[in-house]
């Protein structure tokens, strides 16, 4: 992928470390079902996962989480173009 390493971040961790970005990559595709959503994506060297979704993507795809008792978490996403909207499950590990 494709990315500007002129426009870098800091990034702190949980255990308080600040490191930064290599750059960030504009208008990123990412679809969920019926959902498209066009993401600025920060690149990481070695991180501990494939993508840390935020806040901004929240807000971007007006999600909505369910949370229920045995532990399951429904994520409602609504695509900010055409309105369609996916319900994603999620169970515990």
Avoid: C, M
Avoid at 1 to 12: C, E, H, S, V, Y
Avoid at 32 to 46: D, M, N, R, T
């Amino acid at each position: 992928i494709a990315f500007d390493p002129g426009r870098t971040i800091p990034l702190q961790s949980a255990n308080g470390e600040t490191d930064w970005t290599l750059g960030v990559a504009k208008d990123v595709p990412f679809r969920f079902g019926e959902v498209l959503a066009f993401l600025q994506v920060h690149i990481v060297p070695s991180p501990a996962y494939d993508v840390l979704l935020g806040r901004p993507f929240e807000v971007l795809t007006q999600a909505h989480i369910r949370n229920f008792l045995s532990g399951d978490q429904h994520y409602t996403l609504t695509d900010p173009n055409s309105h369609k909207t996916v319900t994603i499950p999620t169970i515990p590990r």
